[in-house]
């Protein structure tokens, strides 16, 4: 029998992608429960709030928080996990990843505070390579309604009501995935404009060494400032193209990016409160207003995105009907709704 591939995980998949997702989500606490030990000591206060690293540390709650959310979506089974787990393997791969190659540090407590962070790097690195093989091979072979019939005379598949809008199961309606192609390839732009003033002043190599972590902060395990960026600006574009075409993945990806865009710039504004550039914003400079408006205005995109991906997809088993009919399949060989006539000659067998 023909088959073809459904929306939905195997039981033994969503139960390895609960296990990935729950180590994932703790793996993030334990960095976030190091940043809350950090800010209670006098001169420990966590790095990536105060010393130009905005999104460095509130990352890792994000990434811990979605890591909760595609646990629940695959406990589900729902047509939009798969989607939620491919959004959180991606977000985990690109913000993690420059965390292998840090600078070198002095040996002690710095040094093996590094160490750690790359070990725990790796670690998520492996897991999201975990989630794309169970997404990969996970989702389960469902029956082809057509395969029973194809061969029969007067096959009729009941075609949508009139005004229905058909899709995927978990995909985005027209409306709302046009809203937020929009909102999310606005954001994209943005981010990607905001980096052209550093490649500007930096230089190819400078803009390079900087996107590499060459002079990042000491902000563990959070990934350098220009990498950050470039990274939110992939997901972000990703999400909008995967909204422009409706994929069932889409609306957790679309959701995943808008949640990293706002703590991407509810820690610029952070920053900028402590360092007190509200207060004064005409007389600050221009590169530090030009810093603050390229993660609060994507951020504000980020926010209409996700109301817009958030609203409710096409329900599952709503692209079609009833099963496809045939004659023989009903008693006494009837004649389906709306097939043709019988044929003026039988065919052997009828």
């Known amino acids: 029998m023909s088959t073809i591939r459904s929306p939905h995980l195997s039981r033994g998949a969503r139960r390895a992608a609960v296990a990935v997702c729950l180590l994932l989500t703790a793996s993030g606490a334990a960095w976030c429960v190091r940043d809350l030990a950090a800010a209670r000591q006098p001169d420990g206060a966590p790095a990536g709030l105060l010393d130009g690293a905005p999104g460095a540390v509130v990352y890792d709650p994000l990434l811990a928080a979605t890591g909760l959310v595609a646990a629940h979506a695959a406990r589900r089974g729902t047509p939009t996990a798969p989607g939620a787990l491919l959004s959180l393997a991606a977000a985990t791969a690109l913000l993690r990843l420059p965390v292998l ?59 949508p009501p009139h005004g229905a809008r058909p899709g995927a199961p978990g995909s985005p309606y027209r409306g709302p995935a046009g809203w937020t192609a929009g909102f999310l390839g606005a954001a994209a732009l943005l981010l990607a404009a905001g980096e052209l003033p550093a490649l500007a002043r930096l230089g190819a190599d400078g803009y390079g060494a900087a996107l590499l972590g060459a002079d990042a902060p000491d902000a563990l395990p959070g990934p350098p400032p220009h990498w950050a960026a470039v990274a939110l600006a992939l997901l972000t574009a990703a999400a909008g193209a995967g909204a422009l075409r409706r994929a069932p993945w ?31 914003l005409a007389a600050a400079p221009g590169d530090a207003r030009l810093t603050l408006a390229a993660a609060a205005v994507p951020a504000l995109a980020g926010l209409c995105g996700l109301c817009a991906a958030a609203l409710p997809g096409v329900p599952d088993g709503a692209a079609g009907g009833r099963r496809p009919v045939a004659y023989g399949d009903g008693p006494d060989e009837v004649r389906p709704p709306h097939a043709p006539p019988p044929p003026a000659v039988r065919p052997p067998g009828w």
Do not use: F
């Open 250 to 280: 889409s609306r957790p990806a679309a959701i995943t990016a808008g949640v990293l865009l706002l703590g991407h710039g509810a820690a610029a504004l952070v920053t900028a409160v402590r360092a007190g550039l509200l207060g004064h």
């Open 101 to 159: 190659w840090l600078p070198d540090r002095p040996p002690g407590p710095d040094g093996t505070l590094a160490l750690w962070a790359q070990l725990a790097a790796l670690a998520q690195l492996v897991l999201a390579a975990a989630l794309l093989a169970v997404v990969a091979g996970g989702r389960r072979a469902a029956p082809n309604p057509l395969a029973e019939v194809a061969a029969a005379y007067g096959v009729v598949q009941e075609a």
